[in-house]
C-alpha cells in the first residue's frame, strides 16, 4: 500500500514555473515507477510524464516535451515535477500516481488527490 499526497500547485503567470512534489508513504517507495497525470475542467484525465523506480527511464506527454522534468529522490520518498515556460492549457489539477511494474502511461495502482495549477494569460 503506497499513499500519495501532492504539493506546489498554485497560479502562476503564463511562461512561468512551478514544481510540484509528491510525498510518498511506506518503505516500497523506490519499488514503484510514478507518474504524473492532470485533469482540466470537463475534460479526461491525461496522461503528463512518467519515470522508472530507479529513475534511469522517463517519458512525457508531447505536450510537456521540453517543458517539465520528472525526476525522483527515492531517499526521500518523493517525485517531483518541475514545469516551466507554462502555458493556460497547463491549468488542471496535477494527479501523482505510483505502479508496479515499468515506468509508463497505464495500469497505476495508487494515486494521490491532486494539486491544482493554474496559469493565467
Known amino acids: 500500500q503506497v499513499q500519495l499526497v501532492e504539493s506546489g500547485g498554485g497560479l502562476v503567470q503564463a511562461g512561468g514555473s512551478l514544481r510540484l512534489s509528491c510525498a510518498a508513504s511506506?518503505?516500497?517507495?523506490?519499488?514503484?515507477?510514478m507518474g504524473w497525470f492532470r485533469q482540466a475542467p470537463g475534460k479526461e484525465r491525461d496522461f503528463v510524464a512518467t519515470?522508472?523506480?530507479?529513475?534511469?527511464?522517463?517519458y512525457y506527454a508531447d505536450s510537456v516535451k521540453g517543458r517539465f522534468t520528472i525526476s525522483r529522490d527515492n531517499a526521500k520518498n518523493t517525485v517531483y515535477l518541475q514545469m516551466n515556460s507554462l502555458k493556460p492549457e497547463d491549468t488542471a489539477v496535477y494527479y501523482c500516481?505510483?505502479?508496479?511494474?515499468?515506468?509508463?502511461?497505464?495500469?497505476?495502482?495508487?494515486w494521490g488527490q491532486g494539486t491544482q495549477v493554474t496559469v493565467s494569460s
Open positions: 500516481a505510483a505502479k508496479v511494474g515499468s515506468a509508463g502511461p497505464y495500469e497505476y495502482n495508487y
Open positions: 519515470i522508472s523506480w530507479r529513475g534511469g527511464t522517463t
Open positions: 511506506g518503505r516500497t517507495f523506490s519499488s514503484y515507477s
